[in-house]
């Protein structure tokens, strides 16, 4: 991932490196972006490289740098996801929250404001606090979905590579060709935005498979029972996932469950009655980039607009298990 990383900005300010060497900072290094999945044994993460939420967060903020954003914009994507519990997204489920998936973006303010070192390093470079605190202010670092902010282009091109149908090349092609918009990053010529809305398009269908979302759903029964049953307190959430892991199996049951998850491999049409499925609709992320003065990708190209169509179509409402023997009659 630093070979990404250096295709983003050449060199990484001296305000920005102390920040990035914070506590709070580097716990992100030990929180993976793939929600708890690169501990299955799915196939497709089996072979990847770490990509952390510590990489993204730094990888956002070299863009924003890029892109010419201010030193409080910066530092907001620097911080977007300190508040990022251990697995991710598997938290929003433990809280309900799957269609948003914001629920893990609470804390954040409360986190830098607290911190012991970071007000005071924002204050030696003369940046206000106040402008780092939310990254949501800043349209080009994020916007509604569907658009492209340096958030979505920054753990697409990342997710691309690691899953191992993009390349750097192709990340380096996507970058040259972007352009800052009042609200948004837009594309100067079709065939790179037309990739791209691709590769985002194959990203978004793994976010939202029928693997990711019964294991994220079978992790965050784990992680909401193991609160329930004092194995593990809130707080140790915002600890990091191999400390958080050691934790959990610490208790015989909570590491059987523990190693039963981590052996999930694929998941099978299933039926209501079966005591291992699990019906999960989930938020589904996509990206529709604008092409300078030509429109948006779907309005260019026809088998882009059917395809985004279609995964906006796909029916989350089923069964789903691990056990293959039940299926739907």
Known sequence: MDELLSLYANVMPEDLYELAGTNAMRRLQRIDMNCGMNYTSYPLFQHMHAYSRYTHSLGTAL??????????????????????????????????????????EQAGERIIRSDPDIPAILSRYGIALSGTLDYH?????????GRLSI????????????????????????????????????????????????????????????????????????????????????????TDEPAFIQLLCKDETYHQRWINFCHLSAVYPSCADDPHARCIPAKKRWIDPMVKNRGR????DADIKKEIAAFMAADQNKYLSDRKERTHE
């Open 63 to 104: 863009l924003a740098i890029r892109f010419h954003q201010s030193k409080e914009a910066v530092c907001a994507c620097l911080f977007h996801d300190i508040s990022t519990p251990v697995f991710s997204h598997v938290i929003d489920f433990v809280h309900q929250d799957y269609l948003k998936q914001e629920y893990t």
């Open 137 to 145: 202010r800043y349209p080009i670092c994020d916007n509604p979905t």
């Open 151 to 238: 958030d979505r282009l920054e753990y697409t091109l990342g997710n691309m590579i690691n899953y191992g149908f993009g390349t750097l090349s192709e990340a380096q092609w996507i970058l040259s060709d972007l352009a800052m918009e009042k609200d948004e990053l837009v594309f100067i010529h079709s065939l790179p935005a037309i990739l791209f809305a691709k590769r985002s398009l194959q990203c978004g269908q793994i976010y939202a498979s029928d693997f990711d979302r019964y294991a994220m759903q079978i992790l965050a029964e784990i992680v909401h029972d193991a609160l329930q049953d004092g194995i593990v307190k809130e707080e140790d959430l915002y």
């Open 297 to 300: 990708v779907s309005q260019i």
